[in-house]
């Protein structure tokens, strides 16, 4: 939930800043809105694929390939800031596909690993600590934005992929990752 939430809540406002900079669209703040809807509605199709490819590829593949293209996109908004609309609208649906494709992974790996009586509880624990995390990460992208602009505002995000796939690949290598997925990790 790192850069989840955090994304979904300023993307309009990146998006604006970064077609407002071309100068080639009519009312950039209308089409920002229309596109941050696309990146956020896309998610639903992303989380369904995702589901889809962990329960034959495994979980820890799964989240890991969704969240390096994630945080690589964090990086990467600020490289393509002021591009083109149909590259930033390329970018955003592909960001909006995988951003969200982790999450019901995560909670399909305590419902696999956690104690079948303490399920309800762990998924809670997930959700609370996850939403309180969001809280710091909203926060700070409009700070980094007033230190260093939209253009790089969502690039210190990417710090939460790369936790979540080194978690992961921990995950990966315990013996329990057999519990998860059907024994595909």
Avoid: H, K
């Avoid at 669209?25 to 596109?35: K, P, R």
């Amino acid at each position: 939930m790192w850069e989840l939430y955090a994304v979904w809540t300023w993307i309009p406002i990146y998006l604006a800043a970064s077609l407002a900079t071309t100068g080639s669209v009519g009312n950039s703040t209308q089409i920002a809105s229309v596109l941050a809807f696309v990146t956020i509605a896309v998610g639903g199709p992303g989380a369904i694929a995702a589901g889809y490819v962990a329960d034959r590829l495994g979980r820890t593949v799964t989240t890991t390939v969704s969240m390096l293209v994630s945080g690589a996109a964090c990086v990467a908004a600020g490289l393509l800031f002021g591009s083109s609309i149909e590259f930033v609208t390329l970018f955003v649906v592909v960001w909006g596909f995988v951003i969200v494709a982790d999450s019901a992974q995560f909670s399909a790996c305590v419902t696999e690993l956690a104690e079948p009586a303490y399920v309800g509880t762990a998924l809670t624990l997930q959700t609370a600590i996850g939403f309180l995390l969001t809280t710091v990460s909203i926060q700070l992208v409009p700070l980094v934005a007033d230190s260093v602009g939209w253009q790089w505002a969502f690039a210190p995000l990417a710090i939460g992929p790369v936790l979540g796939i080194v978690a992961m690949l921990w995950l990966r290598a315990l013996p329990e990752a057999d519990r998860l997925a059907g024994g595909r990790g």
